[in-house]
């Protein structure tokens, strides 16, 4: 990539060269979903978006030096009082665990999310760590806070309460670049007097012995306070980005890496998540860290409306992944993975989108007019590489591709450098499996035609050719670069 990679960090709000720590071991994170309902097409956003960084650093680096780390968010009120409702016996007498319940509930959301994220052609992350896995992670990080001073006990209206001290970190707000004296108490900051500053937030929560929790207990100024309870939200993934992008594989990080304990590449989420989840996450991870920094560069997508409206259930526009590849709740039609994927990414990252049933036909023309074909070894073109280099510029790589489609389309000696490079934004159309029985049918058509061709019988030619186009077969006339014969591929439409 000529020039190198560059990515707009919004902690400098500045586009900056993307230098890793370790180029051996490069590391990513990116806030994964809440399993408690099916995903809907706004957290669709960022899964599409850093699956296109994720495909760009392995080309870039190699594929076997990126660790990619989403997360799985199953610690969550909701769901703990769905765990209690439909297993509340089994957890009372011991014969099922918190984490055993929980993974009951969220089963099925889980899997239906991996077969939807799947359908949209991204690939697996390295790691996909689950919140209920990683409560003692959670609770060792807490209690180094309490040590050090960011953190204390308090008593609220629903029980003991470990919460940060945004007053004992100075730089509080580096991310959102909200100064700690300018917020007042409001909608967004609750105001309870047992916080220190409205501003504090929750590490650790006190649950009632009728609610569904983890024994933990926290020693803050020599007073150590059992408190059966849970995780609050920005803990979670503190904890599972320092076990993954950290703990386990500083053994084999450079020496330069393990000069910055703690800290990783990139932090990714969508522009709703500066805050306060990642605003706390720097909080807690920098100040239990003793670091100036979690993440070198944090990249956000931006909003998501359906139809020129923000997408809420009230508005009756609140469509989920699985509803748009499955049903035909939105225009009355089921959309493939490949349409949706391609409508997101004709929008640059940063700007917001507006889902809509026209930008899905926009984008499933586009599509149509791409050959399918296979990449081999050939390496994605220049002109790819370049504009994905510009901060993930997937607006300027998708009408790149579109000019190599083309130039495919006229000359089947391009479809590999096609397929490759459309292959890097994961939108590579694949040949539909076909077998030997049709292949043959079909081929004795497209013989019969070019025959009927030659004697200018035209009329049955064509009416070869649109029967064909209605069972879905698509012909491809060309000539033979040393005789100048007609040729004729065919394939059968996606």
Not at 88 to 101: F, K, P, V, Y
Request: hydrophobic share 40%; aromatic share 8%; proline share 4%.
């Amino acid at each position: 990539m000529a020039g190198g990679l560059k990515l707009y960090n919004t902690l400098t709000r500045e586009k900056v060269d993307f230098e890793p720590i370790d180029p051996d071991t490069v590391r990513l994170y990116v806030c994964g979903p809440t399993v408690y309902d099916f995903a809907h097409i706004g957290n669709a956003r960022p899964v599409i978006v850093f699956d296109v960084l994720y495909r760009l650093l392995r080309h870039t680096y190699g594929a076997d030096k990126v660790t990619y780390v989403r997360n799985i968010t199953d610690v969550d009120d909701k769901i703990n009082a769905r765990a209690l409702r439909d297993f509340g016996g089994q957890i009372a007498d011991g014969s099922m665990s918190l984490n055993e319940a929980i993974r009951a509930v969220t089963g099925k959301t889980e899997s239906q999310f991996h077969e939807d994220v799947a359908s949209l052609g991204c690939l697996k992350p390295t790691h996909e760590p689950r919140a209920t896995d990683n409560i003692p992670q959670m609770i060792t990080i807490i209690q180094r806070l309490l040590d050090m001073g960011h953190a204390y006990v308090a008593t609220g209206s629903e029980g003991h309460e470990v919460l940060f001290s945004t007053a004992s970190m100075a730089d509080y707000g580096m991310l959102s670049k909200r100064k700690l004296e300018d917020q007042q108490a409001g909608a967004r900051v609750a105001v309870e007097s047992h916080k220190m500053n409205p501003a504090d937030f929750v590490l650790w929560k006190q649950s009632a012995d009728t609610e569904p929790g983890w024994p933990a207990s926290f020693t803050f100024e020599k007073t150590t306070t059992p408190i059966y309870g849970r995780p609050g939200w920005h803990i979670e993934c503190s904890a599972m980005a320092d076990r993954y992008l950290w703990e386990e594989i500083k053994d084999r990080l450079s020496p330069k890496a393990k000069a910055k304990p703690h800290q990783f590449d990139i932090h990714g989420g969508g522009l709703d998540l500066i805050f306060p989840h990642h605003e706390n996450e720097i909080a807690q991870s920098c100040c239990a860290f003793d670091n100036d920094l979690m993440a070198t560069v944090w990249m956000h997508n931006g909003f998501l409306q359906v139809e020129g409206r923000k997408m809420s259930k009230s508005e009756g526009n609140f469509v989920t992944i699985n509803e748009l590849l499955a049903t035909e709740k939105f225009g009355g039609r089921q959309w493939p993975g490949e349409v949706l994927r391609l409508a997101m990414l004709m929008t640059h990252y940063r700007e917001p989108i507006d889902f809509s049933v026209k930008r899905l036909e926009e984008a499933e023309r586009l599509l149509a007019k791409w050959p399918a074909g296979y990449a081999g070894d050939v390496t994605p073109d220049a002109s790819i590489l370049e504009a994905l280099a510009d901060d993930l510029n997937t607006v300027a790589a998708v009408q790149a591709i579109h000019a190599l489609a083309q130039a495919a389309n006229a000359d089947p000696s391009k479809l590999s450098l096609f397929a490759a490079s459309a292959a890097l934004l994961g939108v590579a159309p694949k040949k539909a499996e076909v077998s030997e029985d049709l292949s043959a049918a079909v081929q004795a058509l497209v013989d019969m035609r070019l025959e009927m061709l030659k004697a200018k019988n035209f009329a049955e030619a064509d009416k070869i050719r649109d029967d064909l186009a209605a069972k879905g077969i698509q012909l491809k006339d060309g000539k033979d670069k040393e005789t100048g014969e007609r040729v004729t591929t065919w394939e059968v439409k996606r």
